[in-house]
């Protein structure tokens, strides 16, 4: 798996755009990028998936830029519930070890 | 009941004592996943099952066995437990056992060993 790196923390406030950027500069050809969301005490979450380009579903964007070096998850308009960690994974079909790392612990205040 | 249930949500249990965490999807997946979570470190990995055959097994303690009996089912039994194993164990199940196929995770049983 390639290995990520993303910041520990971000604050932000109500209403605001979050942007996290995941590094990944030694992705593979056939690696996915993928994204998660933890609340304390429970599970992580899927939020998005995506190769290349951008991405959009009802909760987040990604975008990802032609050389996959990086990658930014992007929560429009967040709120105190969006107060979680944020994994970046990266991996491809064979893969089947989720490796989660410390993940961005992202706090929104009112 | 939908997605991925877990039985017990909260346990307390002595360093002595044998007890069975049990794990259930209704998702009809193919895969399913044991997790540790100890306070402020990243989820690990313990016991990967794809079509009820033990894929991986992270080094784990052998004070952890895990059990699948069918693909909805997954049990984590547990014996002479260290304060140490204190955690957060989480189930997932995907369809598939590829890093692209989505977890799906239950809330957890929070466990504590005295």
């Known amino acids: 798996l390639a290995k990520t790196t993303q910041p520990i923390s971000m604050d932000s406030y109500e209403g605001q755009e979050v942007n996290i950027t995941c590094s990944h500069n030694n992705i593979a050809t056939n690696d996915y990028i993928t994204w998660y969301q933890q609340f304390p005490s429970q599970g992580p979450r899927f939020i998005i998936q995506?190769?290349?380009t951008k991405v959009t579903n009802e909760v987040a964007s990604l975008f990802i830029p032609a050389d996959r070096k990086s990658s930014t998850l992007s929560l429009p308009r967040v709120s105190l519930s969006d107060t979680a960690v944020y994994y970046c994974?990266?991996?491809?079909?064979?893969?089947?070890?989720?490796?989660f790392g410390a993940g961005t612990t992202v706090t929104v205040r009112a | 009941e939908t997605g991925v249930t877990q039985t017990p949500r909260h346990l307390v249990m002595g360093m002595t004592n044998k007890k069975s965490l049990k794990c259930e999807q209704h998702l009809g997946h193919n895969a399913m996943y044991w997790y540790k979570q100890s306070a402020k470190k990243p989820l690990e990995l313990m016991f990967v099952y794809s079509l009820e055959e033990r894929v991986e097994n992270n080094s784990v303690p052998s004070r952890f066995s895990p059990e699948c009996p069918n693909s909805s089912h997954l049990f984590l039994h547990l014996h002479t437990l260290q304060p140490e194993d204190s955690a957060l164990y989480l189930c997932a199940s995907s369809q598939a056992s590829g890093v692209t196929d989505t977890q799906y995770f239950g809330p957890g049983t929070r466990l504590t060993v005295l």
């Open positions: 994974l990266v991996g491809d079909r064979g893969d089947y070890k989720l490796s």
């Open positions: 995506g190769y290349k």
